[in-house]
């Protein structure tokens, strides 16, 4: 599907543009929207009268949507596990059992969890957060995504110059931040290591270690390890990680994805 380069400029500043819609063709299936299975870092509770509150430290306040229905939740010092249902924007949650830890006088962990078990309804917005609301109150909980944590898998490449490469099996392509700037990287055949650093919108990847697997001559190894090297700039929009490449070159874009293997990350281990 090609990417031009209006489209590149509109996902990366937010001018309102849908640069990967377009009209399926007569049966074709159309994916349903989904909660993203990333870990979501609560910015503020906005409440009806015009007031919000804000965690000193967002890290402490998270959700995670994973694929089999199971919610998890921090909630400053205590964790918490529950189930939810997702029927198009509606949302149901199930009870939200957690540890029983006295946070301090400044904690929102109480609040923030009798708003949460109210959600009945989700959104995203233009700027890539996550929003949970309730019928019942008319508050809003906003939620900004967290990169680690998460199996990134690549899905395709758009080029500013109409090009397209799409990797027959995007899990055979993926990455993985880690904390302390770490980063692991699959390419193929090949498993890397390197380093990440992020400045507002700016993102830096240096891939420094790559096993030296020859992967066969439709591996598009080299290619991928290229292009995160390349990428400059990265940007969530739907829960999908979007890096692009400097001069309008193009856009890798990610899925997340939860590793069988993988236990549910939290702000204090290296998932």
């Known amino acids: 599907m090609p990417l031009p380069l209006a489209a590149i400029a509109a996902l990366l500043f937010g001018i309102a543009l849908t640069p990967f819609a377009q009209t399926p063709a007569v049966g074709t299936p159309v994916a349903e929207p989904a909660i993203a299975p990333l870990v979501w870092r609560l910015q503020r509770i906005e409440l009806p009268d015009g007031a919000s509150r804000a965690p000193k430290d967002p890290a402490h306040y998270t959700v995670q949507f994973l694929p089999d229905g199971e919610l998890a939740v921090l909630a400053d010092c205590n964790r918490g596990r529950g189930s939810w249902v997702m029927d198009g924007a509606v949302l149901t949650l199930g009870p939200i059992a957690t540890t029983r830890i006295a946070c301090g006088p400044d904690s929102l962990d109480q609040e923030f969890l009798s708003r949460l078990q109210r959600a009945n309804g989700w959104s995203y917005r233009d700027d890539g957060d996550l929003i949970l609301t309730s019928s019942a109150d008319a508050a809003v909980l906003v939620f900004a995504p967290e990169l680690l944590g998460i199996v990134w ?31 692991a990287v699959r390419a193929d055949c090949a498993r890397g290591k390197g380093s990440w650093q992020i400045d507002g919108s700016a993102i830096d990847l240096s891939i420094r270690e790559v096993a030296p697997e020859t992967c066969g001559s439709a591996s598009l190894r080299d290619r991928f390890i290229s292009d995160l090297n390349e990428a400059s700039s990265f940007v969530v929009r ?34």
């Open 153 to 183: 898998s690549w899905q395709h490449f758009l080029g500013g110059n109409d090009a397209t490469v799409t990797p027959t099996d995007p899990t055979q392509y993926e990455v993985v931040f880690r904390s302390k700037g770490r980063l």
């Open 238 to 271: 739907d829960g999908m990680l979007h890096l692009a490449l400097p001069m309008d070159a193009g856009i890798l874009s990610f899925a997340a994805r939860i590793a069988p293997d993988n236990a549910t990350p939290t702000p204090t281990t290296d998932a």
